[in-house]
């Protein structure tokens, strides 16, 4: 991790409000790497200040940038694994994202989740099946990896109705 990403990390521990702008910045940034600072950033940010982060990222989630949109994902994953409930309702305003990238980060929280709360998992995708929406199936597809056999098996019999797996490779 770079100097300048550590002293982000630091500096929004004691004061989330003065880093945002900057870590905006690198979440929208077209450099991969950038973005991936940002996330890393606000994973870290997210451990003192959670409800803070969370807070903010609810925004990002409805921005038209889909950098920004997966970087609200991407950053709460830590969240994600120690307390879900807290980052349902982000999950829930990214569910049909149109962008593989979000879709790809959604699936990754899911998956994050289900590690320690499977049950997490398998009702929201339960839910989530029942929008009969193509980029949620995909999420959904792709999000219960991680959960027993039996469980994913249920979930793709609810998603099968007319699944095309091949919805756009865009970003």
């Not at 839910?127 to 929406?133: A, K, M, V, Y």
């Not at 959960?147 to 865009?170: F, Y």
Request: proline share 3%; glycine share 4%; charged share 35%.
């Amino acid at each position: 991790m770079k100097d300048d990403v550590k002293d982000i990390i630091e500096e929004g521990i004691g004061s989330f409000q003065k880093v945002i702008e900057k870590i905006r910045e690198l979440a929208a940034s077209s450099d991969w790497r950038e973005r991936e600072n940002a996330a890393t950033a606000l994973a870290e940010i997210s451990r003192k200040n959670e409800s803070e982060v969370i807070k903010e990222m609810m925004k990002w989630a409805d921005s038209s940038d889909p950098n920004l949109r997966r970087a609200a994902c991407e950053g709460l994953r830590g969240v994600a694994r120690r307390n879900p409930q807290k980052i349902i309702p982000l999950l829930e305003k990214l569910n049909r994202d149109e962008s593989l990238y979000v879709r790809k980060a959604v699936a990754a929280s899911l998956r994050a989740i289900s590690k320690k709360h499977p049950e997490i998992v398998v009702e929201l995708c339960r839910r989530w099946s029942e929008l009969d929406n193509k980029y949620t199936k995909w999420i959904v597809r792709h999000g219960i990896k991680k959960l027993p056999e039996c469980k994913q098996r249920e979930l793709l019999s609810l998603i099968s109705r007319d699944h095309h797996d091949n919805i756009g490779k865009t970003v």
